[in-house]
Every structure is written in structure tokens, then in C-alpha cells.
T-cell receptor, first 116, second 115 residues
Framework: ETGVTQSPTHLIKTRGQQVTLRCSSQ?????VSWYQQALGQGPQFIFQ???????GRGNFPPRFSGLQFPNYSSELNVNALELDDSALYLC???????????????FGPGTRLTVL | GESVGLHLPTLSVQEGDNSIINCAYS??????FIWYKQESGKGPQFIID?????DKRQGQRVTVLLNKTVKHLSLQIAATQPGDSAVYFC??????????????FGKGTKLSVIP
């Protein structure tokens, strides 16, 4: 177990609704990244949060937004849900030490979102 | 990313044999590579990583090989066990210079271990 937790486990929404997913990072980690994983595909990077600010973003529209809190936990918000948003949403936590070397990302179990 | 639908490359091995899973990465600027194992209904689990200044790294029953010339990564699993059955992803981390470390995942390979 990585110590990264996510809630809820499963969620069903209808098209046009809004959803908030939550992630608690591993103890000692200061960075949270969010990924979307469609069925049968690898995870795709949505964005990363470090020190409560967005620190990089993938190719996702602005209706995907996030927050990071002082305790390093994070939320992913998706507005105006579309059918294609149905996926497993993963968060990964890491410890950013600074410098050019990447830090290992450890994943939570994910939230399965179904949009009807 | 490139869509492969549900048709993941599959590797079937006999229990006790060695497994080799291959991955071609796309970005010559990538300086960090990770192998993850994902079991059904779970998040990716870290297996082993390697930085671009190395060409081989060993862990417990696993070895990662990196060939930067041909942008190829492989994961070797020794004495494969039924519990190794899962989808395996390689991920690369291109250094952006902006301090943002986003992972780009490969297509995944499904490993099935035959008892």
C-alpha cells in the first residue's frame, strides 16, 4: 500500500453535472498529480499541484480544475461532465526535493467515474 | 495518447519462467523511467525506476534495462509467479525545465502467468 487514499471509490453522474474527487497524499509528500485512465489505456496526465499551486498541466480543457490544501491533500473538479469523462481518475503523490531530478510518483487506488 | 482500446499486447508465461516486457519510449529528452504494475481495479503500483545516466538497475526479482540509442526500455521478471499477473506500464518523464514532472505512459502489456 502506498498510503495515498482517494474518495469516493465509485461515482455515477449524468452529463452536464459537476464532480469533485478527493486525494490524500502519502505522509511526507508535498506534490499531487492527477491522471485520467480510460478503459484499456494508460493513464494520461491532467495536472500537478505543488505548494498549493498548479505546477504543470496536460492536454485537458479548463473545465478540469484542481486545488491543493495546506496539508497537501488535493481535489479534482470537473464541470459540465461529458460521456467521455467516464474513466478511472488516479492521483499520485511525490516528494519534490527541487532540482532537475524527477521524483517517484506513488498512486492511489483511483475513483471510477461513470457519466451517463 | 494513442488509443489501443481493449486490445493490449499480451504476454503469457509459464510459472517459474522468466518474463521480459518491452517498451519503446517516445521522447529523447526523457531522463527518468518507471515501471508500474496495475492489477484489475487498482491503481498503478511502483515496481522499479531508472535514470538516464544508467543502463541497468536491479531490484528484487526484477531488472530494468535502458537503451537510449534506440529509445527502448525492458522489464525482466525472474521466476514469474501467478501474483505477477497484471498489466505492466512503462512511464517516461521528460524534463521540462519548468520543474513539472508529468509522466507519459506507454500502452501497457498484459502479463498472464500459467500455473
Amino acid at each position: 500500500e502506498t498510503g495515498v487514499t482517494q474518495s469516493p471509490t465509485h461515482l455515477i453522474k449524468t452529463r452536464g453535472q459537476q464532480v469533485t474527487l478527493r486525494c490524500s497524499s502519502q505522509s511526507g509528500h508535498n506534490t499531487v498529480s492527477w491522471y485520467q485512465q480510460a478503459l484499456g489505456q494508460g493513464p494520461q496526465f491532467i495536472f500537478q499541484y505543488y505548494r498549493e499551486e498548479e505546477n504543470g498541466r496536460g492536454n485537458f480543457p479548463p473545465r478540469f480544475s484542481g486545488l491543493q490544501f495546506p496539508n497537501y491533500s488535493s481535489e479534482l473538479n470537473v464541470n459540465a461532465l461529458e460521456l467521455d469523462d467516464s474513466a478511472l481518475y488516479l492521483c499520485a503523490s511525490s516528494l519534490k526535493r527541487g532540482g532537475p531530478l524527477a521524483d517517484t510518483q506513488y498512486f492511489g487506488p483511483g475513483t471510477r467515474l461513470t457519466v451517463l | 495518447g494513442e488509443s489501443v482500446g481493449l486490445h493490449l499486447p499480451t504476454l503469457s508465461v509459464q510459472e517459474g519462467d522468466n518474463s521480459i516486457i518491452n517498451c519503446a519510449y517516445s521522447n529523447s529528452a526523457s531522463d527518468y523511467f518507471i515501471w508500474y504494475k496495475q492489477e484489475s481495479g487498482k491503481g498503478p503500483q511502483f515496481i522499479i525506476d531508472i535514470r538516464s545516466n544508467m543502463d541497468k538497475r536491479q531490484g528484487q526479482r526484477v531488472t530494468v534495462l535502458l537503451n537510449k540509442t534506440v529509445k527502448h526500455l525492458s522489464l525482466q521478471i525472474a521466476a514469474t509467479q501467478p501474483g505477477d499477473s497484471a498489466v505492466y506500464f512503462c512511464a517516461e518523464n521528460p524534463y521540462s525545465g519548468a520543474g513539472s514532472y508529468q509522466l507519459t505512459f506507454g500502452k501497457g502489456t498484459k502479463l498472464s502467468v500459467i500455473p
